[in-house]
């Protein structure tokens, strides 16, 4: 053995030696669901192989599935201690991916899977199904719901009594344990230093037939070490540090690969090294992300009128769905199921209107998917729909954006910029040529907003021609807003544009009367007072020369 070597990586070699003849497949394979594999009440290892096989599960399952199959990228959610105990290694010196949740302890991650149980037992109601893999059936571009995995070592009573009852529950809704020792609640095998595997019968509430599980992978703590720096890289398309522990040399790790039966470890780090191959030539969004995941962004406008930029046609759009993608922008994008239903669906039976619901979002995610790529864009926690932000990009949040960042800015130029951006993202009336029946109260307040916008803006503008600039926008936007009028009147009067003021005061009245509305005294008086300040000032009489101005 080498000097610098660590003990434990030299037993662990000794475990990691499979046999070529065997043929029975590892779990969990990346190309095989573990729901089709495991016991419904979790798995139990135990035996001198126990730690090694519990390594060959955490690697296969970063291993499998890709961004073009969001519904097989396992997520592993484990304990610090119980990691640093299959590495030898603090959880510090080990590099990131999205797909594996680290905790602080033991009840951190069982409060996790808790909450992961809740959120899939409801998405099942939400459906009308029993399990998560009748879900994808039913809608194959659902939110992902990706098969999670708990790798833990309980040790107390409560602690095996929580795991066990989320196991019971979670086998239907894809979420699967693996115990480090014995698991009477569970099912219980014996793996041996090459990963053969035994039965250990507790009693007869024996919940399956762990025969079926045959060999396991088994990997020594240098080889996991190595291949969670790989899949980091492969799930982030960010280049990793090196490993703290003694790097292997990839040859070894796939030289199996070549063999009639390769060893199942070989099989997962040569599928693991053919897609760092192709790093350089695929993109690497943030795809293995849990639970959100982003490939492109959506471009979605929603002032002056309601449209996908650039979308996908391949598929018509539902009218519905494009008014709840609407609805939910308008919402800061998030809203609760049942308002959703009272807003766009209130005149559906009660126990029609969830289904039609459903159709709705689905629709919408299939456009999203093929107008953006494979990504999380809608999803659905807790009986409410929420877009993933990250992946949108929205003119409304835009201004509504800018707008904060002009209340909260401490100089007059930040405001000034901040205001110039809301502007800039109100492009007209909100969902312009749309009959929503829930979209007139947000559409008025969405209005009073972008003209408070415009009258600041052109307040905090010296110069009295880019001012009117502004505020001919916002007559645009609003013709009937006597405060547009009157501040257009004091800047046309600073740049001594007589005949422009009498102009606005016309158009104003001409306005008004459309609405049978009239001028407010207030804006007859700063009119006639504007006038008789400029005649004073040009006593022949003569017009001004200027011709830049409003035109209503």
């Known amino acids: 053995m080498d000097a610098d070597s660590d003990p434990a990586d030299a037993a662990d070699d000794e475990t990691s030696t499979l046999t070529a003849h065997e043929s029975q497949p590892p779990i969990p394979a990346p190309t095989r669901p573990l729901i089709e594999v495991w016991p419904s009440a979790g798995l139990g290892l135990i035996g001198p192989g126990a730690e090694a096989a519990a390594r060959g599960v955490l690697v296969a399952a970063l291993a499998a599935g890709g961004p073009v199959d969001p519904h097989s990228r396992h997520h592993v959610v484990i304990a610090s201690d119980t990691l640093a105990t ?21 009840s951190d991650a069982v409060t996790l899977i808790e909450e992961q149980t809740l959120h899939r037992a409801r998405m099942c109601g939400d459906y009308e199904v029993d399990t998560i893999a009748d879900l994808r059936d039913r809608d ?17 009573a409560h602690e095996r009594t929580r795991i066990a009852a989320l196991l019971t529950q979670g086998h239907r809704l894809d979420i699967h ?26 009693d007869a509430k024996q919940h399956s037939c762990p025969t079926a599980v045959g060999r396991l992978s088994v990997i020594n703590r240098s080889e996991t070490t190595e291949l969670l720096r790989l899949l980091a890289e492969s799930h982030t398309g960010e280049p990793q540090p090196p490993a703290p522990a003694q790097r292997v040399p990839l040859d070894r790790l796939v030289g199996a690969a070549h063999a009639p039966n390769p060893t199942p470890e070989n099989s997962a780090a040569a599928h693991l090294q053919e897609r760092r191959d192709h790093a350089g030539n695929e993109p690497h969004p943030a795809g293995d992300a849990w639970p959100y995941s982003t490939g492109g962004r959506v471009d979605v406008r929603v002032l002056g009128g309601a449209r996908i ?35 766009l669906l209130p005149d559906a039976p009660a126990s029609k209107a969830p289904h ?3 159709t709705y979002v689905s629709a919408l995610r299939k ?4 107008t953006g790529g494979p990504a999380t864009y809608l999803t659905h926690p807790s009986r409410r729909y929420a877009l993933n932000r990250d992946a949108f990009d929205t003119d409304l949040w835009r201004m509504r954006s800018a707008l904060r960042d002009a209340a909260l800015a401490t100089t007059d130029t930040d405001r000034t910029a901040a205001l110039q951006r809301a502007v800039d993202a109100y492009d007209g009336t909100l969902a312009d040529g749309f009959d929503f029946e829930w979209i007139e109260a947000y559409r008025e307040g969405i209005r009073r907003q972008a003209l408070d916008a415009h009258l600041a803006l052109a307040a905090a503008t010296p110069d009295p021609t880019k001012a009117l600039a502004v505020l001919e926008a916002a007559m645009r936007h609003d013709p009937y807003a006597e405060a547009i009028y009157q501040q257009a009147m004091r800047a046309h009067a600073a740049l001594g544009n007589l005949e422009q003021v009498r102009s606005l005061r016309r158009a104003l009245t001409r306005r008004l009367d459309e609405i049978d509305a009239e001028p407010s005294e207030g804006t007859l008086r700063l009119a006639d007072r504007l006038i008789a300040d ?19």
């Open 86 to 106: 299959l590495l030898g290694t603090t959880t510090t010196t080990l590099t990131d991916t999205p797909r594996m949740t680290i905790t602080s302890g033991l």
């Open 140 to 156: 194959p571009i659902a939110e992902p719901v990706p098969p999670t995995v708990l790798i833990a070592a309980p040790t107390t």
């Open 177 to 202: 344990g693996v115990m480090l020792g014995a698991w009477p609640d569970g099912d219980t095998i014996v793996v041996a230093e090459d990963g053969s595997t035994s039965t250990v019968k507790h």
């Open 309 to 343: 930029v650039d979308m996908d046609t391949t598929t018509p759009l539902r009218a519905k769905a494009l008014e709840l993608l609407v609805y939910l922008v308008v919402q800061d994008g998030e809203a609760a199921q049942d308002n959703i239903l009272d807003d």
């Open 356 to 358: 039609r619901l459903h």
């Open 367 to 370: 456009t999203l998917v093929l």
């Open 534 to 552: 400029l005649r004073r000032q040009k006593p022949t009489g003569k017009l001004d020369s200027h011709t830049n101005g409003l035109h209503p």
